[in-house]
Every structure is written in structure tokens, then in C-alpha cells.
Nanobody
Framework: QVQLVESGGGLVQPGGSLRLSCAASGSMSSTNVMGWYRQAPGKQREVVATITGGGNTNTADSAKGRFTISRDNAKNTVYLQMNSLKPEDTAVYYC??????????????WGQGTQVTVSS
């Protein structure tokens, strides 16, 4: 029902910046939360940041002050601006949309993942 296409990953030097984008297509509930998660090899998946349709955000401590999540509701697109990147940020980043059917029943949709590598 919902398809997510990510873009913007790549290789960047420590201290550099990247901007990830994720466009959602297909029908989706107006009640939803969009977010970014990441997973490094051998590590658990972790949430980076989430944002509601009303613009309320939650950002992981590791990303606070460096990463900013935003969304364009008209385009059904969520962004992650990543500044002051560190090698520890290296991971596959996944876009997520959590819909609430009837405003209550949750369901998760995931993007294909985009590689972010921070290295000198």
C-alpha cells in the first residue's frame, strides 16, 4: 500500500554533511509518523529521529544537535539533514512510515535503505 524510496546516501568525510530524502507513494493514512532508523553491521537497529504529521520530533541523543528531521506533507516526503558527521554514524539508514488505520491500528513500512559512510 505504501512504498518508500530513499536517496541521498554516500561517502563523506568526518565533519561533513549529507541530506537524506524519502518519498512515500501509494495511499496512506493522514495519521502517520515518519522517521529514520539506522543499522550498522553486527549492531541493533536504532531510531535516529521521528516526526509526526504535526511536526513534533523526537531525536536520539547521539544525533541531537547534529541531525534535523523534517517533512513535507504535500509531497509525502521526509528528510534527514545530517551535519558534523562522525565515523560512528556509518550505517545503513532506513526510512520508516508508521500509519494508524482509523487513527489507531499501527503498521510499519520501510524503505530499501541507503548507505552512509563517514570516513577519511
Amino acid at each position: 500500500q505504501v512504498q518508500l524510496v530513499e536517496s541521498g546516501g554516500g561517502l563523506v568525510q568526518p565533519g561533513g554533511s549529507l541530506r537524506l530524502s524519502c518519498a512515500a507513494s501509494g495511499s496512506m493514512s493522514s495519521t502517520n509518523v515518519m522517521g529514520w532508523y539506522r543499522q550498522a553491521p553486527g549492531k541493533q537497529r536504532e531510531v535516529v529521529a521521528t516526526i509526526t504529521g504535526g511536526g513534533n520530533t523526537n531525536t536520539a541523543d547521539s544525533a541531537k544537535g547534529r541531525f534535523t528531521i523534517s517533512r513535507d506533507n504535500a509531497k509525502n516526503t521526509v528528510y534527514l539533514q545530517m551535519n558534523s558527521l562522525k565515523p560512528e554514524d556509518t550505517a545503513v539508514y532506513y526510512c520508516n512510515v508508521r500509519t494508524f488505520r482509523g487513527g489507531y491500528i499501527p503498521r510499519d513500512y520501510w524503505g530499501q535503505g541507503t548507505q552512509v559512510t563517514v570516513s577519511s
